[in-house]
């Protein structure tokens, strides 16, 4: 978790912890310092949890600047603390590495300072969950270098998902384990290759009668179904360990022929397809034959795949539960998304901008690194797309994409079944907005603070969170000029913050802002921003 967070979220909360605290005028620290205290509790009894290392982390997450273990009332204090903002972190084996309050990457760092009452926290821990199994073969034997993929339900509410949660290879004899996993549900599947598996093409010539030992396994899922749908979930609770085994089976390889070779413009590129995602496809070989004019794919399992073929290319679905051959002008085409950057207002583009193109369906996001200004994405599919930029040091803003003429703002963008050319107009998104949230009198720490622009067109793309810190502060990066409201909600993590209509429930209770090219680097708010229940 600590990783994924400073993948995430260092260059924000860098940059949130090093400037100018909000929280308090500048004052000088006592002769020895401030106190952060509390107690480590089990968040799924609540008993006290002892022996939990808890650090008060640098402004970067690069080092401690100071340490404590809980007894075993689970109490802590960390004293002599200067003035300032800093993340807390807690760990202790079984349980997960966490951040105070954290949520969906986001936490509340400890403001300590004059007046404020950081002495009294409860740090909830939520125990670790185990998923640990061992695949076997039709012979009771383990399953060396077996690929495990683990899936988990989406807690997102924009729609049912399964998104892949982990990988793991099993060892000698046959074992994997996923450590560490918070508590939900989750489906495993499995794929390999059969050890003594000899595959040969049955199109080039030779005899057309496989081999009794071109074998292959099927993607198979717990409990041992290659079914899909047939998959048995695995419920997994905070702190428990479960034990998941799966049997393979190992059953005749599939061979897909093409009538031309990929230097012929029979371009072939194939992808397994688990729950929707994309993931590659390792054991198969491929064979080329220009005295037969085709090229023969073998060692294929039965499944679902996803190909890319011919040139240009088109995407192809296959059920595969026979050989087959495969068309050249099947599928649905795909198209070729290019364009041209300009930055708003004019001005020089810096040398490279990285242009991301990012499926509505979850089918996944491409990346190109435009080379003065120009990008292009080639085998997209027809669908809903967001456009999202960045230079190498700071974010971009798309804030309007044209095609033959027609302007729209956002980068929001459809594409069809023909080539689509955009201009794109992009903002550096460089401005800082910070303030505070409240509830009453009284400050409001680990609201979901949400910058909503006021075009709908722009969102999700100008949208920016964070979460509100010990003190009800809290600051919004890489925010683009443009109209804005900013939101405080408490409890407000379980929304569907990605959904517009959701939040507009909340707009008229935020606070309007104006960003301008005369902002400046730092935009404080004027007046705190009243913190909303969630709505049910």
């Known amino acids: ?43 799924v009894t609540g008993d006290p949890v002892a022996r939990v290392t808890i650090s008060v982390l640098s402004g970067d997450y690069q080092g401690a600047v100071a340490s404590a273990v809980t007894g075993p009332d689970g109490r802590f204090s960390l004293d002599n603390i200067p003035a300032g903002k800093y993340p807390l972190n807690a760990y202790r084996r079984g349980y997960r590495s966490t951040y105070y309050d954290e949520h ?18 409860e740090f909830h821990l939520a125990p670790a969950a185990v998923l640990h199994g061992i695949v076997t073969d039709d012979e009771g034997e383990p399953v060396e270098s077996a690929q495990v993929a ?107 022929r093409l009538p031309s070779s990929p230097q012929d413009g029979g371009r072939f590129f194939l992808q ?50 026979s050989n087959q051959d495969i068309s050249l002008t099947g599928g649905i085409p795909t198209v070729t998304v290019s364009g041209t950057i300009a930055f708003a207002g004019g001005g020089p583009l810096p040398p490279h901008i990285f242009v991301t193109l990012a499926s509505l369906d979850r089918r996944g996001q491409m990346g190109y ?16 797309f967001t456009l999202g930029s960045a230079t190498s040091d700071h974010p971009l803003a798309v804030v309007a994409t044209s095609t033959t003429g027609v302007v729209s703002a956002g980068g929001r963008i459809t594409v069809g079944d023909q080539p689509l050319s955009l201009s794109v107009t992009v903002a550096r998104a460089e401005v800082k907005i910070q303030g505070f949230a409240r509830a009453g009198n009284a400050p409001a720490p680990g609201a979901m603070i949400v910058l909503v622009p006021a075009d709908p067109h722009s969102f999700p793309a100008l949208v920016r969170r964070d979460q509100s810190d010990s003190d009800g502060s809290f600051e919004l990066v890489g925010v683009a000029p443009g109209t804005y409201t900013v939101i405080a909600i408490e409890d407000g ?43 049910p």
């Open 150 to 256: 683990l899936f988990k339900q989406s807690d997102s509410n924009a729609g049912s998902h399964m998104e892949q949660a982990g990988s793991a290879q099993t060892d000698d004899t046959g074992m994997y384990e996923f450590a560490g996993l918070p508590a939900g549900e989750y489906v495993v599947a499995v794929s390999a290759e059969p050890w003594y598996a000899q595959h040969r093409p049955i199109y080039m010539g030779g005899s057309s009668e496989p081999s009794p030992l071109d074998l292959a396994y099927p993607v198979t899922f717990y409990d041992s179904t290659i079914d899909e749908s047939a998959a048995t979930p695995i419920k997994l609770e905070a702190g428990i360990r479960e034990q998941a085994d799966i049997h393979l089976h190992a059953v005749p390889a599939l061979h897909f």
């Open 493 to 535: 993590w379980k929304l569907d913050w990605q959904d517009r209509q959701v939040l507009a429930r909340y707009l008229r209770g935020g606070l309007p802002v104006t960003v301008s090219d005369q902002s400046g680097p730092v935009l404080r708010l004027a007046r705190a921003v009243a913190a909303m229940q969630r709505l």
């Open 272 to 321: 397994q397809s688990i729950f929707g995602n994309s993931v590659p496809v390792g054991h198969s070989e491929m064979t080329i034959s220009r005295d037969h004019g085709l090229t023969e794919i073998s060692g294929i399992a039965p499944g679902m795949y996803e190909a890319e073929v011919g040139d240009p290319p088109r995407h192809m679905v296959l059920n595969a539960n």
């Open 369 to 384: 690194d435009a080379d003065h200004g120009r990008f292009r994405f080639e085998g997209v599919l027809p669908g809903e």
């Open 104 to 121: 969906e990457g986001f936490n509340s760092a400890i403001v300590t300072g004059d007046g404020l009452a950081t002495d009294n926290l």
């Open 1 to 43: 978790m600590r990783a994924r967070l400073i993948a995430a979220f260092a260059l924000i909360l860098a940059v949130r912890v090093c400037a100018p605290a909000q929280s308090a005028p500048a004052t000088t620290s006592p002769p020895h310092g401030y106190r952060i205290a509390g107690r480590a509790l089990d968040s």
